[in-house]
Nanobody, 120 residues
Framework: QVQLTESGGGLVQPGGSLRLTCAASGSVLSIINIQWHRQVPGKQRELVAIVTNTGATNYADSVKGRFTISRGNVKNLAYLQMNNLRPEDTAVYYC??????????????WGQGTQVTVSS
């Protein structure tokens, strides 16, 4: 079965950078898009960035110009480069992969998240 694992989180100072990786064990066929989300305790999960299988990308207004989502390979499916980090970027970051199934439907996979803390 497919398992997603996020990595690359940690503690950084404001203005610092991190690169998150979304890695997959098992094969994911017919990927529709890959997304990065983040969640702060007590708040709803927020869509941060998305990249489609055509290469199109979109970002939340709060991260435009600072974050970049990119596609990787079969194992490391996607990355999220985060620059000029701010304290308000502190959250658990999750990777989500939307994919087509052999049944003709769609499914999605989630990782368990990686903690990003931006603090002095």
């Amino acid at each position: 079965q497919v398992q997603l694992t996020e990595s690359g989180g940690g503690l950084v100072q404001p203005g610092g950078s991190l690169r998150l990786t979304c890695a997959a064990s098992g094969s994911v066929l017919s990927i529709i898009n890959i997304q990065w989300h983040r969640q702060v305790p007590g708040k709803q999960r927020e869509l941060v960035a998305i990249v489609t299988n055509t290469g199109a990308t979109n970002y939340a207004d709060s991260v435009k110009g600072r974050f970049t989502i990119s596609r990787g390979n079969v194992k490391n499916l996607a990355y999220l480069q985060m620059n000029n980090l701010r304290p308000e970027d502190t959250a658990v970051y999750y990777c989500n992969v939307a994919a087509r199934t052999v049944d003709g439907g769609t499914t999605d996979y989630w990782g368990q998240g990686t903690q990003v803390t931006v603090s002095s």
